[in-house]
Each structure stands twice: as C-alpha cells, then as structure tokens.
C-alpha cells in the first residue's frame, strides 16, 4: 500500500534525490512534494476515464433547485443535464445520478496507475529541484510512454458485460 510519501519518494528516486521521510520537513523536496502531490494527482486522475477512479455519484435537487457536484468528482464523464461550474441544471427531476473521476486515495492505487504518477510528480520536481531541461525531456518521454501503457492495461483489466437482449444480435442467430 503506496502513501503520498512513497510516491513522492520515487518521484525524488527517479529524480536521482534521496527520498523524503516527511511532508512536514523544511526540505525543497518535501515543500514541493507538500505542494505540488494534490494538485498534480488530481490532474492526472481527471485527464481520463481510468476505471478503478470511476464511480457514480447519486445527488438530490439542493435547496436552490440545483445539483451540486461534489468536492470528490474530480471530472464529470456522463450526466443527464447541463454543467454549470460546479452544478448541474436538470428541471424535472428530483435525483440525478452521475458518472464521475472521483479522488482516489494514493494506497487504492493499482500498480500502473503509481508508476505513471510518480513519472509525473518527477517531472513537476524537476525543474525546481534539478533545474535541468534535458532530464525533463527525458521524463516527459518516459510519462508519455507510461501514459500509453497505463491506458492499455486500464482499458483492459475488465471485459465489457454481454448484450444479452438485443434483437439485432438475436437476429444474425
């Protein structure tokens, strides 16, 4: 089971820097790692539908007759409605359900998913830290060939469920 720390710590390892102990210590690498682990991850989660971050939300009309959508979606993937910054407009309907990039704790990560985050985190260090272009590009080569890979493995981990009633299909048979 990853931390933010363990992750933050490959990112430093990958970097060629000792890895932290501590978000609390006043060193650079635990200030950006303090700093920039939530926001970079938060990206990462919501640039696409990965399936272990999906999950529907099930929201109720508020009090100004909206939907809010909550602090933990990161993206909304599939709603009935329309998007209005952080609330959903759909006149008729009491409940709503969505589909969403919900915020996933760092130790629910799978495997690939920690991989490329730590690629990215190292990138995001990197400038500060090293200063040094040519070890970004390098990085930046490494994520994107993790980013394709994690895709892959992602959108393969579970086969979509068979159409069993669908008089086409019932047709050719």
Known sequence: MLTKIDLCSMALLK???APIQSLADDSAASQLSRTLF??????LLASHVWRFACRTFD????ASGDFLIPADCLRVVKCKGDIQGNK????GADAI?????ARVAPERFPGYFASLAAT???MEFCIPLLGEQSV???LAALYETELQSAKF?????SMAGAIDDFSLISARF
């Open 120 to 122: 990215r985190l190292a």
């Open 59 to 62: 929201l109720t009309r508020n």
């Open 153 to 157: 493995i992602d959108s393969t981990t």
């Open 38 to 43: 939530d926001p970079v991850i938060d990206a």
């Open 15 to 17: 970097l060629g820097e």
């Open 88 to 91: 959903i407009l759909c006149p």
């Open 97 to 101: 359900s969505v589909v969403g990039m």
């Open 136 to 138: 970004f590009r390098m």
